[in-house]
């Protein structure tokens, strides 16, 4: 066991980067291992579903490149998380891909560890069987079907299966899909700390420089773990930590402000104390961690819904403004009539949506402000459909009824829609949506995450 | 009458994951803190009507440590469906805003409270 675990993140997410001399200058200054987080479901359900990686490839292959030439020159791990954005297989092999290139073009030698988060769908429909998955609140609905129509499982990892790969003897683990606080917590627990410390640690670690009192631009954060707590210190010299920024940044994207709860138990930050280590630096004691009676992990999966095709347009007339609703419930009506008469499509084959920017277009339903302000709306119309080409010839139809719907304030044919481009529809490609909030009850931390080493 | 926002250094909304939407609102000074837990504007009944939800679903926090209230709420819509507006859920705060808020002397005050 040893004293203390010194951890560096590289940034809050692979993809927005950090700056190369605060990197060098925190590994310099001692380091147990670097991690970085390079996924979120923040963006929605299309990369999970898609398979698709978030680039920019070039951007992510610039920081993975110096992470791992300051790691490896210091001999010390490197632990990424939910690789290629979403943590599937493809986005795995993305991330694994840019790594081997790396090694190749730098004649870097290391043992690398994969680890693969995708679920089976017959494995997951066989642990519904089995009574191992239950809903969070909200869910959508889960049934065998649900699972075998969707396209893509992940399990997201607590820290055990990254140990594994760390008693491997893996320089640089590259994990599918991943707890954010499991990057950071792994290492030291295995070192000895106190998982109260450990995880809330990585809490405040995940995000990079964002706990910080005025995060200036993405950067890397640091954090000295001991027995009794941990202290946070921004490696470079221009940022500071402030007790309220670090306070503060426990509450961020968390629904509950004092209760985190991981695989293997909950983090209880309620009388965490946060406490100023100098000017730039935090002293964190006083958390505690509750195991949990059974050990589960979170399922996240995203299934196909159709096809998108949207076109925009502005509506300037007064006239039409003042009767916007009526009107677009016209345009429906002709619209629905039409698409059956060409495409011998039913209302119910897909959808038209009139997005009224300048209404309730941020918020719909939400929207509690009804009089309308404004000279002015931006429309996007947004059809989805069960391919892209029938999208796509719905688009034409909608913004031809629109364009030329009369009103009665009006005599003779008029055009409503201010449209700036030529062509107006633009294809959105496949759209996803997420199919699962629910956590799976696993007998072996490790058991659903199969891991893969390779020395390069 | 003063806004919500004058009162405040921080109002935001963000997903905590797809299916959830939360709140900080983060205050100025233990005033202005006070003043809005006590004017019973920006609580969980007020929020349940606001964006249409049940009241027992809102989660309501009272921060003191940090002047900071935050408030959880399930997503109607969950984030990436085709009905929804706001991915992120980064815009949802903006009802909150310029909620009127009484001004005069504190009434938390007079109840004699102390500030810590």
Same mark, same amino acid.
């Given at each position: 066991?040893?004293?203390?675990?010194?951890?560096?993140?590289?940034?809050?997410?692979?993809?927005?980067?950090?700056?190369?001399?605060?990197?060098?200058?925190?590994?310099?200054?001692?380091?147990?291992?670097?991690?970085?987080?390079?996924?979120?479901?923040?963006?929605?359900?299309?990369?999970?579903?898609?398979?698709?990686?978030?680039?920019?490839?070039?951007?992510?292959?610039?920081?993975?490149?110096?992470?791992?030439?300051?790691?490896?020159?210091?001999?010390?791990?490197?632990?990424?998380?939910?690789?290629?954005?979403?943590?599937?297989?493809?986005?795995?092999?993305?991330?694994?891909?840019?790594?081997?290139?790396?090694?190749?073009?730098?004649?870097?030698?290391?043992?690398?560890?994969?680890?693969?988060?995708?679920?089976?769908?017959?494995?997951?429909?066989?642990?519904?069987?089995?009574?191992?998955?239950?809903?969070?609140?909200?869910?959508?609905?889960?049934?065998?079907?649900?699972?075998?129509?969707?396209?893509?499982?992940?399990?997201?990892?607590?820290?055990?299966?990254?140990? &594994?790969?760390?008693?491997?003897?893996?320089?640089?683990?590259?994990?599918?899909?991943?707890?954010?606080?499991?990057?950071?917590?792994?290492?030291?627990?295995?070192?000895?700390?106190?998982?109260?410390?450990?995880?809330?640690?990585?809490?405040?670690?995940?995000?990079?420089?964002?706990?910080?009192?005025?995060?200036?631009?993405?950067?890397?954060?640091?954090?000295?773990?001991?027995?009794?707590?941990?202290?946070?210190?921004?490696?470079?010299?221009?940022?500071?930590?402030?007790?309220?920024?670090?306070?503060?940044?426990?509450?961020?994207?968390?629904?509950?402000?004092?209760?985190?709860?991981?695989?293997?138990?909950?983090?209880?930050?309620?009388?965490?104390?946060?406490?100023?280590?100098?000017?730039?630096?935090?002293?964190?004691?006083?958390?505690?961690?509750?195991?949990?009676?059974?050990?589960?992990?979170?399922?996240?999966?995203?299934?196909?819904?159709?096809? &998108?095709?949207?076109?925009?347009?502005?509506?300037?007339?007064?006239?039409?403004?003042?009767?916007?609703?009526?009107?677009?419930?016209?345009?429906?009506?002709?619209?629905?009539?039409?698409?059956?008469?060409?495409?011998?499509?039913?209302?119910?084959?897909?959808?038209?949506?009139?997005?009224?920017?300048? &209404?309730?277009?941020?918020?719909?339903?939400?929207?509690?402000?009804?009089?309308?302000?404004?000279?002015?709306?931006?429309?996007?119309?947004?059809?989805?459909?069960?391919?892209?080409?029938?999208?796509?010839?719905?688009?034409?139809?909608?913004?031809?009824?629109?364009?030329?719907?009369?009103?009665?304030?009006?005599?003779?044919?008029?055009?409503?829609?201010?449209?700036?481009?030529?062509?107006?529809?633009?294809?959105?490609?496949?759209?996803?949506?997420?199919?699962?909030?629910?956590?799976?009850?696993?007998?072996?931390?490790?058991?659903?995450?199969?891991?893969?080493?390779?020395?390069? | 009458?003063?806004?919500?926002?004058?009162?405040?250094?921080?109002?935001?909304?963000?997903?905590?994951?797809?299916?959830?939407?939360?709140?900080?609102?983060?205050?100025?000074?233990?005033?202005?803190?006070?003043?809005?837990?006590?004017?019973?504007?920006?609580?969980?009944?007020?929020?349940?009507?606001?964006?249409?939800?049940?009241?027992?679903?809102?989660?309501?926090?009272?921060?003191?440590?940090?002047?900071?209230?935050?408030?959880?709420?399930?997503?109607?819509?969950?984030?990436?469906?085709?009905?929804?507006?706001?991915?992120?859920?980064?815009?949802?705060?903006?009802?909150?805003?310029?909620?009127?808020?009484?001004?005069?002397?504190?009434?938390?005050?007079?109840?004699?409270?102390?500030?810590?």
């Amino acid at each position: 066991m040893i004293q203390k675990v010194r951890a560096i993140a590289a940034t809050g997410n692979l993809s927005t980067g950090f700056r190369e001399e605060t990197l060098v200058g925190a590994v310099k200054d001692g380091a147990h291992f670097v991690g970085c987080d390079a996924g979120t479901t923040d963006s929605g359900p299309f990369y999970l579903g898609s398979g698709q990686a978030r680039g920019p490839r070039e951007g992510v292959k610039r920081n993975l490149r110096l992470i791992l030439r300051e790691a490896l020159s210091a001999g010390i791990p490197v632990i990424v998380g939910t690789a290629g954005h979403a943590g599937g297989r493809p986005h795995l092999e993305w991330t694994l891909e840019i790594v081997r290139e790396l090694a190749t073009e730098n004649s870097w030698h290391f043992k690398l560890a994969a680890i693969d988060s995708e679920i089976e769908k017959d494995v997951l429909a066989e642990a519904l069987r089995k009574g191992e998955i239950s809903p969070l609140s909200p869910a959508p609905r889960l049934e065998r079907e649900d699972i075998l129509r969707a396209e893509r499982f992940v399990a997201m990892m607590g820290i055990e299966p990254i140990q &594994r790969a760390l008693s491997a003897g893996a320089q640089v683990v590259i994990a599918g899909r991943c707890s954010d606080v499991a990057i950071y917590a792994a290492l030291p627990v295995l070192r000895g700390i106190p998982r109260e410390v450990a995880f809330h640690a990585g809490k405040i670690l995940e995000c990079g420089a964002a706990s910080a009192a005025q995060r200036l631009y993405p950067d890397c954060m640091a954090a000295e773990l001991d027995q009794g707590g941990f202290t946070v210190e921004p490696p470079n010299p221009a940022l500071r930590c402030t007790p309220q920024s670090v306070a503060a940044h426990t509450l961020y994207e968390s629904g509950d402000p004092h209760h985190l709860v991981e695989s293997g138990g909950m983090l209880d930050t309620s009388h965490a104390k946060f406490e100023a280590a100098s000017d730039r630096a935090v002293r964190v004691t006083g958390s505690r961690f509750v195991p949990s009676a059974t050990y589960t992990v979170r399922i996240e999966g995203a299934a196909l819904v159709g096809y &998108r095709s949207i076109v925009i347009a502005g509506i300037r007339d007064p006239l039409v403004l003042r009767q916007l609703e009526p009107f677009l419930s016209t345009v429906r009506s002709v619209v629905e009539r039409k698409v059956e008469d060409s495409l011998k499509l039913r209302s119910d084959q897909y959808s038209v949506r009139f997005r009224v920017y300048g &209404r309730n277009g941020s918020l719909g339903e939400a929207e509690p402000v009804t009089e309308q302000e404004g000279h002015e709306v931006g429309l996007v119309i947004d059809v989805v459909a069960s391919s892209q080409r029938l999208a796509a010839d719905i688009i034409p139809i909608v913004s031809h009824t629109g364009l030329h719907n009369p009103i009665p304030e009006h005599q003779g044919l008029i055009s409503n829609f201010a449209y700036p481009f030529s062509p107006g529809g633009i294809d959105a490609g496949p759209v996803y949506q997420f199919c699962a909030n629910h956590v799976w009850r696993l007998e072996d931390p490790c058991e659903p995450f199969k891991m893969s080493v390779e020395s390069l | 009458m003063q806004e919500l926002w004058q009162l405040t250094k921080l109002i935001r909304s963000k997903n905590a994951g797809p299916f959830e939407l939360t709140f900080d609102i983060m205050f100025k000074d233990f005033d202005g803190f006070e003043r809005v837990l006590d004017s019973d504007v920006l609580c969980a009944e007020n929020i349940a009507q606001l964006y249409k939800i049940e009241i027992s679903q809102v989660r309501f926090f009272r921060i003191d440590n940090l002047l900071a209230i935050k408030i959880t709420i399930p997503r109607h819509i969950f984030s990436g469906d085709i009905e929804d507006t706001d991915i992120y859920g980064g815009q949802f705060h903006g009802p909150l805003v310029r909620l009127q808020i009484e001004v005069g002397p504190n009434p938390g005050k007079q109840r004699g409270y102390v500030s810590d």
